[in-house]
C-alpha cells in the first residue's frame, strides 16, 4: 500500500500517522482476512520488535473508533477486524475458520418486533462449510 494513501487516511481521522499505526493499517488493507489482534501482533513482531500486543489492540479500537475499520464479533473472545466498513454479511467456515464477505442490502431485511427500539448495530452472519473445505471434505469420501 502506498505510504501516502494511508498517511492520508489517518490524517483524516485526526490520528497521528506514527510508523506503527501506519503497519497496522497497511497489514488490514492488504489481508482482507478479517484479522484478529493477536495475527496482527504474531505477523509484524518480527519487523517491529517495539510492538506489542496492547499496541495492537488499542490501534485497532482506535480505528474502529474512527471508522477505518469495523470490529466483528463472532467467535467470542476474538474480535476480528475488518477494513471493509461499508455494510455487508459474514459467513463463517465452520471448518477453516476463515470469514467471506458476502453483498447483503439490509435495508430490505424486514424486521418485525423492533420498532420500539433504537438499533446502532445490525450484522449479518451465517455459518457453515466453505466451498473450498466441502471439496475437501467430498475428496476424503472416495
Ligand atoms: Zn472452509
Ligand atoms: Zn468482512
New binding site residues.
Given amino acids: 500500500m502506498e505510504n501516502e494513501f494511508l498517511t492520508r487516511q489517518l490524517k483524516e481521522k485526526r490520528i497521528r500517522p506514527s510508523y506503527q499505526r501506519m503497519r497496522i493499517l497497511d497489514y488490514l488493507a492488504t489481508h482482507?482476512t478479517?484479522p484478529t489482534a493477536d495475527t496482527i501482533y504474531q505477523a509484524l513482531k518480527q519487523e517491529i520488535p517495539a510492538l506489542s500486543k496492547s499496541t495492537v489492540y488499542n490501534t485497532l479500537i482506535t480505528f474502529a473508533n474512527a471508522g477505518l475499520v469495523?470490529s466483528?464479533r463472532i467467535d467470542e473472545p476474538g474480535v476480528r477486524f475488518?477494513i471493509?466498513t461499508k455494510q455487508?454479511g459474514?459467513f463463517r467456515c465452520q471448518a477453516c475458520d476463515r470469514?467471506?464477505?458476502f453483498d447483503i442490502n439490509l435495508d430490505e431485511v424486514n424486521i418485525q418486533g423492533l420498532e420500539q427500539h433504537h438499533i446502532t448495530e445490525r450484522h449479518v452472519y451465517y455459518q457453515g462449510l466453505c466451498q473450498a473445505c466441502l471439496t475437501e471434505s467430498n475428496k476424503e469420501e472416495f
Fill in positions: 482482507h478479517h469495523q466483528v475488518d471493509k455487508h459474514h470469514l467471506i464477505d
